[in-house]
């Protein structure tokens, strides 16, 4: 994990649950669990860098759980 890593909303340097459960609260209560501007950088893990949805949340758990498909550096945060 790096300041790039896609998937690790809360900076502490890898892609865990923690930030699979974030973002799920934020896509269930976008007004009273906004993201950061930090995370929602980092919250696309498959897809579009700027699409964060509930795909991105299901990727998350997968690749947690060691199941695929891997997390993809697609983020804006990972974007030259």
Do not use: Y
Request: aromatic fraction near 0%; proline fraction near 8%; glycine fraction near 6%.
């Amino acid at each position: 994990g790096d300041a790039c890593q896609c998937g690790d909303l809360d900076a502490d340097g890898d892609a865990d649950t923690n930030d699979s459960e974030r973002l799920r609260q934020s896509l269930a209560d976008p007004l009273g669990a906004a993201l950061s501007p930090v995370a929602s950088a980092h919250c696309s893990v498959i897809g579009a860098p700027d699409s964060c949805d509930l795909l991105d949340v299901a990727v998350l758990v997968r690749a947690n759980a060691a199941l695929a498909p891997p997390l993809s550096q697609t983020c804006t945060a990972a974007q030259p």
